[in-house]
């Protein structure tokens, strides 16, 4: 059966309407009765939650604010959407639809304009559609297919399975215990991803990138931040147009970059190779002493090697065999190059 929720009609729908401030929701709809499998919400200004926590009674809530971040009575609210707001809410075969937006196109009192929020709260197995044009939008305890944007705010994101992807014009992205496909992306916030596994890809146009216990297939890319990255295993490729890169304590293949900062790498295990190209600054690199196809450039090269060594090994450039040859390192350094073996 399908049922329509028109905030201007709310006495006749018989529903919770009573808000004292901000942190009160101005509207509660339970949805214990419907088998919800799909949620979709689009709010014009406001942030967007959805929880899957097994503890919480199924049920969407909506939070509706001024742009000073404090709640008008009730009273005034009401009058406010009746004259600048479209706002409806539905159920029908599965799928929660959850709709805010403003009447007006362009020109038109800042100062009335009202924040519209939701926090929905589901099952599990849930699968979402959600865009904000200004608000955060927060996700956890989902195993469904999840897709979301928003123009300027923040993606907090946790205990996610399945197939993960969203985007941000601006805000900063914080994913932590998901997986097993994550495509991630903002325009200018920095990204922190941590306990993540499967296949990842992040990007950010300006912020810096945060890597820690990670396990896949992982491309990290930043244009100008810095990247740093810690307990990474599987295949890592990462780097940056204008940052330093710090990675250590990884176990997996690498390729990796920077246009301008320096470099500092540290693997505990190898993977099937390790790329690493800088432009402009030096590379201190350190890696276990095992069979290594060596192909080290740059100003000035330097490596303790020993009699195990067969090549070449001059001022910029060392090539040759490391303990008989084996994973190939290819290191193209602007500056200074060492390596160190463990």
């Not at 200004?45 to 509706?64: H, L, N, W």
């Amino acid at each position: 059966m399908k049922t329509y929720i028109i905030l201007f009609l709310l006495a006749c729908q018989g529903i919770n309407a009573s808000a004292q401030d901000s942190k009160t929701p101005y509207l509660t709809k339970s949805l214990s009765g419907d088998a919800i499998k799909h949620v979709f919400v689009s709010t014009s200004g406001g942030s967007i939650t959805v929880s899957g926590d097994k503890g919480q009674q199924p049920r969407i809530e909506v939070y509706i604010t001024n742009n000073m971040g404090f709640a008008p009575s009730n009273d005034e609210i009401k009058k406010r959407l009746a004259k600048d707001y479209s706002l409806d809410i539905s159920v029908n075969g599965g799928e929660l639809h959850a709709v805010a937006k403003s009447k007006h196109n362009g020109n038109w009192d800042w100062g009335r304009s009202l924040n519209i929020a939701f926090k929905v709260y589901v099952p599990q197995d849930v699968a979402t559609n959600l865009e904000t044009s200004g608000g955060s939008i927060h996700l956890d305890n989902l195993t469904g297919e999840e897709k979301f944007t928003t123009s300027g705010g923040s993606l907090h994101l946790d205990r996610l399975t399945g197939n993960v992807r969203g985007r941000t014009s601006g805000g900063s992205i914080q994913v932590s215990n998901s997986g097993e496909n994550i495509d991630l992306e903002t325009s200018g916030g920095s990204i922190h991803a941590n306990n993540c596994k499967g296949t990842i890809k992040l990007g950010t146009s300006g912020g810096s990138l945060h890597l820690d216990e990670l396990s896949g297939k992982i491309d990290a890319t930043t244009s100008g931040g810095s990247v740093s990255a810690s307990n990474i295993k599987g295949e890592l490729r990462t780097g940056t147009s204008g940052g330093s890169v710090n990675l250590s304590s990884l176990a997996c293949s690498l390729d990796t970059y920077t246009s301008g900062g320096s470099m500092h790498v540290q693997l505990s295990q190898l993977g099937k190779y390790v790329k690493i190209n800088s432009s402009g600054g030096h590379v201190d690199l350190r890696l276990p002493n095992k069979g290594l196809d060596l192909n080290l450039h740059g100003n000035k090269v330097t490596a303790e090697l020993g009699s195990s060594f067969k090549g070449t090994k001059d001022k910029d450039r060392i090539e040759g065999k490391l303990n008989g040859g084996g994973i190939p390192v290819d290191v193209n350094g602007g500056g200074r190059v060492n390596l160190t073996l463990n």
